[in-house]
């Protein structure tokens, strides 16, 4: 079945760079996407990729996908303080009602 | 983007009683979405709300324990029933965005149930 597969804690010190890691299962997803969650607030779509593309970058935020081993990963650069929060990965179809998400890894950042 | 707010935000119920959480969108919306995200554990999807229609449940959900209901297109409601500790999660609603991949979900509500 449908599974997307993520570790649980990450810390990092601050001004290092964050790498997150996950798998997925689905290789018909179309959207791969990482959700950032803060505490007492909702998910925040923080960025996507699209299944054909290999990389995206955006600001300090880096996404690279390996669809051949259904790998995604995020990698933050400079993480702050303010990046600490839990992590979702997730993929969907088009239409994105289907989205599977992963447990969440949680971000400590330490000053 | 849209903004949705739920209510309420957190609470401690009783085993086998029933809590109605509150969902509402600053826009309309055609369809609404009701996650589950039990503690360590990954978002899962209850049921999707169209307006006008009973709501479609996955696998592992039915309308007795979760009932919804959407009698307008910017509010929403999921009713966990018969209430035992397995329930204690935080429930999410989500509304698709304008374009497919985007989707956007509100605070949540963290229920316990003793």
């Known amino acids: 079945g449908e599974d997307v597969e993520q570790s649980l804690f990450l810390s990092v010190r601050e001004g290092d760079s964050s790498v997150i890691n996950c798998t997925y299962t689905?290789?018909?997803?179309?959207?791969l996407y990482w959700y950032k969650q803060e505490p007492g607030a909702g998910l925040q779509l923080l960025t996507y990729i699209f299944s054909n593309m290999d990389m995206k970058q955006d600001q300090r935020l880096t996404v690279l996908l390996n669809k051949k081993d259904k790998h995604l990963s995020l990698r933050i650069a400079d993480t702050q303080t303010g990046d600490s929060a839990i992590y979702f990965c997730?993929?969907?179809?088009?239409?994105?009602?289907?989205?599977?998400f992963g447990a969440g890894t949680r971000l400590f950042v330490k000053a | 983007s849209a903004v949705i707010s739920q209510k309420p935000s957190r609470d401690i119920c009783q085993r086998g009683t029933s809590l109605t959480i509150q969902c509402q969108v600053d826009?309309?919306?055609?369809?609404m979405f009701w996650y589950r995200q039990q503690p360590g554990q990954s978002l899962t999807l209850i049921a999707t709300?169209?307006?006008?229609?009973?709501?479609?449940?996955e696998s592992g959900f039915v309308i007795d324990k979760f009932p919804i209901s959407r009698p307008n297109l910017t509010f929403s409601t999921l009713t966990v029933s018969n209430m035992s500790p397995e329930d204690s999660s935080i429930y999410l609603c989500?509304?698709?965005?304008?374009?497919?991949?985007?989707?956007?979900f509100g605070p949540g509500t963290r229920l316990t149930v003793t």
């Open positions: 997730a993929e969907g179809v088009t239409g994105g009602f289907k989205t599977i």
């Open positions: 689905d290789s018909s997803s179309t959207y």
């Open positions: 709300a169209n307006q006008g229609s009973e709501a479609t449940y």
């Open positions: 826009s309309q919306v055609t369809m």
């Open positions: 989500s509304v698709p965005g304008q374009v497919s991949y985007e989707q956007y």
